[in-house]
């Protein structure tokens, strides 16, 4: 395995730990969109860039294009959030 290679946790196990996906503005970068992610208990745990997230899932009806997006992050939730 590379250095690089990230684990991540299973799609169960996401849906158990994640209470929210909220887009926000970049603090660093306020042109920039992201996708937090925030824990039952309100911690934040990860995000993801809008626009990759975007790209990654693709032309999606409009209905179910939060449904997508959803399923693309809890499927890829690092392993590394149990260590926060």
């Not at 169960?12 to 970068?29: N, P, R, S, Y």
Request: glycine residues 4%; hydrophobic residues 45%.
């Amino acid at each position: 395995m590379s250095a690089e290679e990230i684990k991540f946790i299973s799609y169960h196990e996401a849906v158990k730990l994640v209470g929210a996906i909220q887009e926000e503005e970049d603090v660093d970068t306020p042109e920039k969109r992201i996708l937090m992610v925030y824990s039952l208990d309100d911690k934040e745990l990860c995000w993801f860039d809008f626009e990759e997230v975007m790209a990654a899932v693709g032309k999606v009806d409009a209905g179910q294009k939060k449904e997508a997006v959803q399923n693309y992050i809890l499927n890829r939730i690092p392993a590394w959030v149990h260590e926060l």
